[in-house]
């Protein structure tokens, strides 16, 4: 029995330490045992399609880490050894190898990825898709349970067929943009679009989507895959990422940047004047679009959007605004349980930068949310208006702080749940406006006495794995941010295991 292999399973997701290099970092994903897991997973799907292993056909690829070939290789071999069909797509996105499954072309039994997302260069992790989506928690755990009793068997993989994925799902995407701009030939002649892919895998966007449309693409930078990621981290969260392809938009006087992370699941994007659409704003703009041909809808997100957010889903684009929880997947099947309810959900995003389209197999793509843009971009300028003119009601930014308390307790779990308990209680008890929350607790400040005049919003929860209580905050009005840090404070007296020194 193998316990330790239990330690890859993050959430709905398998992710290790595959490389030497970091200091305190031992490599726990090994090809052995990525050879173990493709046994595994070559198992599990046969018993979830009724069909035995050699009648199952499933695609695989990575994007650009330098563990990625040995990990494809060995879980490739696994796969093989079961008797399984393997199609080996070779540098592929996250989004494309779920839609392996969908195109007539391809049309696999399931797919797997080799792919860590944004993390550092040493780590890298395996995702996996059938007909019905990524895998969820609890498939992830019976693949491990299956994989702990496996024997590395490895196999010779070096004939096995190589599926061009990239050209498919490129071509996919330059349709959908054509189709969105009257199907011309070369929709995005005039523009200005450039791509930041921070080395990871979405530099085919610029060259095999946006180029063959027309777009001048000069000034995407980055587009190389190198898994050692030697410019910046291919993150849209992360503050130097987001300055590069800024300030890239600006030097090339560009229309519109884009950036992706490593397996481009996720995005956001610069506009023409150096402002960066993340965050609420990539939220707000995806919904613009969305919100003409779905009137009312809802649109679900995260906990930790702002309430200007909410102000503009709901006061400008008469939409309806459900705040979830942090999660892709939870905000996704959130969205997927609305629509099976006959709720029209059209999209569920993140404040990271995942975004599903319920149009688009409820799949958080990258590259066809950035699609969404590239259309509207189009469409706006052929009448003489900017992008920006979609978001221009959307309040300004406030201050905005986030502060991780850390829990001293070995049973982290039971002890947050007191603080929120106490800290809910002694809200209420001081009048705090507290909206619905499916995440914590959250308290809007109006202006009133409950926080000495402070206007904007906190929320405190539980971290899921983590001893760690995270602090949202924002202050819309100058000063409000150290009212409200204060006001937290107060709420939060007398917890001796809470670790409130990052509040000071």
Same mark, same amino acid.
């Given at each position: 029995?193998?316990?330790? #292999?239990?330690?890859?399973?993050?959430?709905?997701? @398998?992710?290790?330490?595959?490389?030497?290099?970091?200091?305190?970092?031992?490599?726990?994903?090994?090809?052995?045992?990525?050879?173990?897991?493709?046994? &595994?997973?070559?198992?599990?799907?046969?018993?979830?399609?009724?069909?035995?292993? !050699?009648?199952?056909?499933?695609? @695989?690829?990575?994007?650009?880490?330098?563990?990625?070939?040995?990990?494809?290789?060995?879980?490739?071999?696994? =796969?093989?050894?079961?008797?399984?069909?393997?199609?080996?797509?070779?540098?592929?996105?996250?989004?494309? /190898?779920?839609?392996?499954?969908?195109?007539?072309?391809?049309?696999?039994?399931?797919?797997?990825? #080799?792919?860590?997302?944004?993390?550092?260069?040493?780590?890298?992790? #395996?995702?996996? +898709?059938?007909?019905?989506?990524? =895998?969820?928690?609890?498939?992830?755990?019976?693949? %491990?349970?299956?994989?702990?009793?496996?024997?590395?068997?490895?196999?010779?993989?070096?004939?096995?067929? *190589? +599926?061009?994925?990239?050209?498919?799902?490129?071509?996919?995407?330059?349709?959908?943009?054509?189709?969105?701009?009257?199907?011309?030939?070369?929709?995005?002649?005039?523009?200005? @679009?450039?791509?930041?892919?921070?080395?990871?895998?979405?530099?085919?966007?610029?060259?095999?989507?946006?180029?063959?449309?027309?777009?001048?693409?000069?000034?995407?930078?980055?587009?190389?895959?190198?898994?050692?990621?030697?410019?910046?981290?291919?993150?849209?969260? *992360?503050?130097?990422?987001?300055?590069?392809?800024?300030?890239?938009?600006?030097?090339?006087?560009?229309?519109?940047?884009?950036?992706?992370?490593?397996?481009?699941?996720?995005?956001?994007?610069?506009?023409?004047?150096?402002?960066?659409?993340?965050?609420?704003?990539?939220?707000?703009?995806?919904?613009?679009?969305?919100?003409?041909?779905?009137?009312? &809808?809802? #649109?679900?997100?995260?906990?930790?959007?702002?309430?200007?957010?909410?102000? +503009?889903?709901?006061?400008?684009?008469?939409?309806?605004?459900?705040?979830? /929880?942090?999660?892709?997947?939870?905000? @996704?099947?959130?969205?997927?349980?609305?629509?099976?309810?006959?709720?029209? &959900?059209?999209?569920?995003?993140?404040?990271?930068?995942?975004?599903?389209?319920?149009?688009?197999?409820?799949?958080?793509?990258?590259?066809? %949310?950035?699609?969404?843009?590239?259309?509207?971009?189009?469409?706006?300028?052929?009448?003489?208006?900017?992008?920006?003119?979609?978001?221009?009601?959307?309040?300004?930014?406030?201050?905005?702080?986030?502060?991780?308390?850390?829990?001293?307790?070995?049973?982290?779990?039971?002890?947050?749940?007191?603080? %929120? !308990?106490?800290?809910?209680?002694?809200?209420?008890?001081?009048?705090?406006? /507290?909206?619905?929350?499916?995440?914590?607790?959250?308290?809007?400040?109006?202006?009133?006495?409950?926080?000495?005049? &402070?206007?904007?919003?906190?929320?405190?929860?539980?971290?899921?794995?983590?001893?760690?209580?995270? =602090?949202?905050?924002?202050?819309?009005?100058?000063?409000?941010?150290?009212?409200?840090?204060?006001?937290?404070?107060?709420?939060?007296?007398?917890?001796?295991? %809470?670790?409130?020194?990052? =509040?000071?």
């Amino acid at each position: 029995m193998d316990e330790e #292999i239990f330690k890859l399973q993050n959430g709905s997701d @398998i992710r290790g330490v595959a490389l030497e290099g970091v200091e305190g970092e031992s490599v726990n994903l090994t090809p052995s045992i990525a050879n173990r897991i493709g046994q &595994a997973f070559a198992q599990w799907l046969s018993a979830k399609t009724n069909k035995s292993a !050699d009648q199952l056909t499933v695609g @695989i690829g990575m994007d650009s880490r330098i563990s990625g070939q040995n990990l494809m290789i060995a879980v490739t071999s696994g =796969l093989v050894n079961n008797g399984v069909d393997v199609k080996c797509c070779g540098l592929a996105t996250t989004p494309a /190898m779920f839609m392996s499954i969908v195109f007539e072309q391809s049309h696999f039994d399931g797919s797997v990825m #080799i792919t860590a997302s944004h993390l550092p260069f040493n780590r890298n992790g #395996i995702k996996f +898709f059938t007909k019905d989506g990524g =895998l969820e928690h609890d498939d992830i755990s019976e693949i %491990l349970k299956i994989a702990q009793d496996k024997q590395v068997v490895t196999v010779d993989v070096s004939e096995e067929k *190589n +599926f061009d994925l990239i050209y498919l799902y490129a071509q996919h995407l330059r349709t959908s943009i054509m189709n969105g701009v009257n199907n011309s030939q070369k929709p995005l002649e005039g523009l200005k @679009i450039i791509v930041d892919a921070g080395n990871g895998a979405g530099g085919f966007f610029a060259e095999k989507v946006l180029k063959p449309l027309g777009a001048n693409i000069d000034g995407s930078q980055f587009l190389e895959p190198d898994g050692r990621f030697p410019n910046h981290i291919p993150n849209p969260e *992360n503050k130097e990422a987001m300055e590069s392809i800024r300030q890239a938009v600006l030097k090339n006087r560009a229309d519109l940047g884009l950036i992706f992370d490593t397996d481009v699941d996720r995005m956001s994007a610069v506009l023409d004047d150096g402002s960066e659409v993340n965050r609420d704003s990539i939220i707000a703009l995806i919904s613009a679009i969305l919100a003409p041909r779905n009137k009312g &809808a809802t #649109i679900i997100t995260d906990s930790v959007t702002s309430d200007r957010l909410t102000f +503009f889903l709901e006061k400008v684009l008469g939409l309806r605004h459900l705040r979830y /929880m942090r999660g892709y997947k939870n905000v @996704i099947n959130k969205q997927k349980e609305l629509c099976a309810d006959g709720v029209n &959900a059209p999209l569920a995003m993140e404040t990271s930068g995942h975004g599903a389209l319920k149009e688009n197999y409820f799949l958080d793509d990258g590259a066809f %949310l950035a699609v969404q843009l590239v259309i509207a971009l189009a469409n706006a300028a052929k009448e003489g208006k900017k992008l920006q003119s979609l978001i221009e009601r959307l309040p300004p930014p406030g201050e905005e702080a986030e502060i991780r308390f850390k829990i001293n307790d070995e049973n982290f779990k039971e002890y947050g749940k007191q603080v %929120l !308990d106490a800290f809910a209680e002694r809200a209420r008890d001081a009048g705090c406006i /507290m909206p619905e929350s499916f995440e914590g607790v959250r308290i809007s400040f109006k202006g009133g006495p409950e926080a000495d005049g &402070a206007e904007g919003w906190m929320l405190l929860r539980l971290s899921l794995h983590d001893p760690v209580m995270p =602090l949202n905050i924002e202050g819309t009005t100058p000063g409000s941010l150290e009212k409200i840090k204060q006001t937290a404070a107060l709420l939060l007296t007398g917890f001796d295991k %809470l670790d409130m020194s990052a =509040l000071a």
